[in-house]
């Protein structure tokens, strides 16, 4: 079993910041170890897409549209990922997924957080 909860999002004006969280929790955590975390995020008629991951090595892979202006972290002990936004543009409005791999036991989705940037 496994909880993604996801925190932060809202409404910020063009070149503000935002910072995501997602805590994740459960049983499955305890016995399957996290192989990755990551962002995704879908804007209205689009199709979701991947905005950044980490490894439980701590390899980071960003979309090209957002490198330089986002970062991915992690604290392996909160079993929590972190997505700054910096630099926010209109064209990051969507609404923001957060994704785990676990090892043996598959990919769970988070309930999404929207994320809406005015020009």
């Known amino acids: 079993q496994v909880q993604l909860v996801e925190s932060g999002g809202g409404l910020v004006q063009a070149g503000g910041s935002l910072r995501l969280s997602c805590a994740a929790s459960g049983s499955a955590f305890s016995i399957f170890g996290i192989n990755a975390m990551g962002w995704y995020r879908q804007a209205p008629g689009k199709q979701r897409e991947l905005v950044a991951t980490i490894t439980s090595g701590g390899s980071t892979n960003l979309a090209d549209s957002v490198k330089g202006r986002f970062t991915i972290s992690r604290d392996n002990a909160k079993k929590t990922v972190y997505l700054q936004m910096n630099s926010l543009k209109p064209e990051d409005t969507a609404v923001y997924y957060c994704?785990?791999?676990?090892?043996?036991?598959?990919?769970?989705w988070g309930q999404g957080t929207q994320v809406t940037v005015s020009s």
């Open positions: 994704r785990v791999d676990l090892a043996m036991y598959g990919t769970s």
